[in-house]
């Protein structure tokens, strides 16, 4: 297991992302306990990008639940199509949004979230998760972000 991460100073995203993987495998590497994995992966996206909000919401029922993460407090419960988890959640797919200001019927749970990305993780093609990243910059997030971060949720064992 790896104890401490290597973090990157580049500036390029995408060779973050090429460093960040295999450390974030070896995290999850031997390792059963879901909860675990979730707040390692949390923990170590956070540390490589410094974003104000790295978490998952976990499919219970009818509704996201609040799962690990790092940042401020956060909404405890998401319905089905509501905000950008919940149109992840309903579309089956990755959501950018560049200004959550202008997404219709976005949550805020933090007035310092500017820009978020979802990332809906499946287990027997059905979504159980949402891996949902927030900045207080504007734009933040484009496909490089969308590609490693379906990437680094496919190591996910749900």
Known sequence: ????????ASTDKK?????????IEAL???????VANLANVCAALKEQFKWFWVGFYLVKSDELVLGPFQGPVACT???????????????????????????????????????????????NDNVVAVLDVDSEELDQFNETDAHYLEAIVKLLNF
């Open 15 to 23: 060779e973050q992302y090429e460093s960040l993987l295999p450390q």
């Open 1 to 8: 297991m790896a104890e401490d991460l290597n973090i990157t």
């Open 28 to 34: 999850l590497y031997g390792e059963p306990d879901l």
């Open 77 to 123: 419960r998401i319905g089905l199509g509501k905000g950008v988890c919940g149109a992840s959640w309903q579309q089956e797919k990755t959501l950018v949004v560049p200004d959550v200001e202008q997404f219709p019927g976005h949550i805020a749970c933090s007035s310092l979230s500017r820009s978020e990305i979802v990332v809906p993780v499946f287990h």
